[in-house]
C-alpha cells in the first residue's frame, strides 16, 4: 500500500499518526519491515526507502530526537492499534454508582427492602450511594437522618465498607459504600 500523497494517508483519530509526506522532521531513524534500524537518513532517502519496499513510512514516535519512523504497511498499524484499544476495552470493569433514598421516617418494612437493595449492589460490585431526603421541617432534626445511615451501617456490618462520609448538601445527607473484598 504505496501512498505517494500526503491527502491519501489519514490520520488516525486516536493519536496523530503521521505517515509518508505528513512527517515534518528533516531526519528520521527509521526501522525496517524485519524490526532492525536502518540508520538514521534524511527524510527523502527514507520515504524512497520505504517505497522500494512497497510499504508506508510511519512516525512512530515523534517526541524522540531524531523521530523514529517505522516501515510498515499503515492500514495494518491501524487495524492492530485499534484491536489493542478494543481488547483493553474488553478488560476494564465498569462500577456503576447506585443510589437508594430514605426519609427519616422510613417504616421499618420500606427499611429492609431499600437494605436488600443495597446488599444486591454491593454484590454486584457497584458503588451504593446512601441518601436521607430532608423535607420542611424535618430539616431541624438531621440527627435522625444520622441515625438512618448508622442502622444501614450497623446492619450491613461486615459487608461495607465507607467510601465517603456522611455529609449533607443541601436537603440531603449522603453516605457512599462499596462491598468489602473478602478474603479467600
Known amino acids: 500500500m504505496n501512498l505517494s500523497n500526503a491527502e491519501e494517508c ?13 512527517i515534518r522532521a528533516q531526519e528520521v531513524r527509521v526501522i525496517g519491515e524485519d524490526g532492525k534500524q536502518v540508520g538514521i537518513l534524511p527524510l527523502a532517502e527514507a520515504l ?9 513510512l510511519v512516525e512512530v514516535s515523534p517526541e524522540a530526537s531524531p523521530p523514529v519512523c517505522r516501515v510498515m504497511d499503515f492500514g495494518k ?4 492499534l485499534q484491536k489493542k484499544q478494543q481488547e483493553g476495552r474488553k478488560k476494564q470493569t465498569l462500577i456503576q454508582l447506585k443510589e437508594i433514598k430514605f426519609r427519616p421516617k422510613t417504616d421499618d418494612h420500606d ?5 436488600k437493595h443495597i446488599r444486591r449492589f454491593l454484590e454486584a460490585g457497584d458503588k451504593c450511594k446512601v441518601t ?3 423535607r420542611g421541617r424535618e430539616m431541624m432534626h438531621r440527627d435522625r437522618g444520622e441515625m438512618v445511615l ?3 451501617l450497623e446492619e450491613l456490618g461486615e459487608e461495607a465498607k465507607i467510601d465517603q462520609q456522611p455529609s449533607m448538601e443541601g436537603r440531603t445527607m449522603n453516605m457512599v459504600l462499596s462491598a468489602v473484598e473478602k478474603k479467600k
Do not use: H, M, W
Open 77 to 80: 498499524y491501524k487495524y492492530e
Open 48 to 56: 524512497q526507502y520505504a517505497e522500494s519496499q512497497g510499504v508506508d
Open 150 to 152: 448508622k442502622r444501614v
Open 132 to 134: 436521607v431526603a430532608f
Open 111 to 115: 427499611f429492609e427492602t431499600k437494605l
Open 10 to 22: 489519514p490520520i488516525t483519530s486516536v493519536k496523530r499518526t503521521r505517515c509518508n509526506k505528513q
